[in-house]
């Protein structure tokens, strides 16, 4: 987890609901998804992700269910709203928008010229 | 190593209230853990390998802990102390007149005697009076604002139910007051009205039969 991490971690909630727009998944099934697509360089933490499921519980964008396993181990699905999928559009929008902005505004076109300065 | 990440969880979540929700997290949370160690061990680590790499992937739980806490706290159908006070107040009103009324039910009966109403229409306003004070106390009982629980943990629950459990006690205790005082003015009417006080005792049988009946329709209801 060496790359900026603290910038992803801004953009939790559209990594997940970009998730749940496949299919509807659990926590580790996420996380894993996240790790295999970043060819683990990135991984989310229980706590952030729990934290990020909770907030978007409560906004309405995710439901969840718990889904009964024959193999013995119960676990509690998410699955995406119609208000949810809206927000991801947005949420993708919005960061779309960001990244074309930041890589103009972080560009330099010039190099300083150390040896001129004082 | 499945009860040592178990174990794990029951430290992390020790200060957190037993609620549905936050065992339920504690339940989803620890699967996880459970499915990455077994992932760890597929990998090739060492048992203590796979639980550290699994204990490191929780990552800081203070504000996701915290978040339980806010949701429980604002259940909004917990009844405020200012409710509270103002129903305890109502009540003490409902509970004054309805006495006052017992008292001056005997009344009408004082002041119409010796008069073309003293037979029919006093008594008939004594259990009106009377009648009316039974209301007013059953009336308040029903109404009082009653304790909600403000979330799910059990202590909760118990307050709830002791609440209610005291709270019918107290309903039961107030009809079979008003009873006992509706059964001694009849007693006393039926007396003097018919001077049978040979036999009028009886009602004081029936007003045991009477309360045993209310007193069992109250247990069914519950």
Known sequence: MSIASDLIRGHTDTIILAHLTEEDSYGYKINKDIQVKTNNQYELKEATLYTAFRRLESAGYICSYWGDENTGARRRYYSITPEGDLAYQQMKTEWDEAKGLIDILIKSSKKREDTNGR | ?222
Do not use: C
């Not at chain 2, 979540?13 to 549905?20: E, G, I, N, S, Y």
């Not at chain 2, 992937?57 to 706290?73: C, F, N, P, R």
């Not at chain 2, 509270?84 to 409902?94: I, P, T």
């Open chain 2, 1 to 222: 190593m499945e009860d040592k990440l178990r174990a794990y969880m029951d430290h992390l979540f020790r200060d957190v209230k037993p609620t549905r929700k936050s065992v339920e997290l504690k339940e989803e949370i620890l699967q996880n853990l459970v499915d990455k160690y077994h992932d760890m061990m597929a990998e090739g680590k060492t048992p203590e390998a796979a639980y550290n790499i699994a204990v490191a992937s929780i990552g800081d739980m203070d504000e996701l802990l915290a978040g339980l806490h806010g949701t429980t706290s604002g259940g909004g159908l917990s009844i405020t102390t200012e409710e509270l006070e103002k129903g305890r107040r109502k009540s003490a009103v409902l509970i004054s007149i309805a006495v006052m009324m017992y008292i001056m039910s005997i009344l009408p009966p004082i002041l119409l005697s010796d008069t073309v109403f003293e037979n029919r229409l006093a008594p008939a306003l004594m259990f009106i009076m009377i009648a009316v004070a039974t209301a007013l106390i059953i009336y308040n009982n029903m109404t009082k604002p009653r304790y909600h629980r403000t979330d799910d943990s059990i202590v909760e629950e118990f307050k709830e139910w002791q609440e209610q459990t005291d709270s019918s006690r107290r309903a039961m205790r107030a009809i079979s007051s008003a009873l006992w005082a509706v059964i001694v003015v009849i007693y006393i009417i039926i007396s003097f009205w018919t001077m049978a006080w040979h036999i009028t005792w009886v009602i004081f049988l029936i007003g045991v039969a009477v309360e045993g009946i209310l007193k069992a329709i109250f247990e069914l209801k519950k």
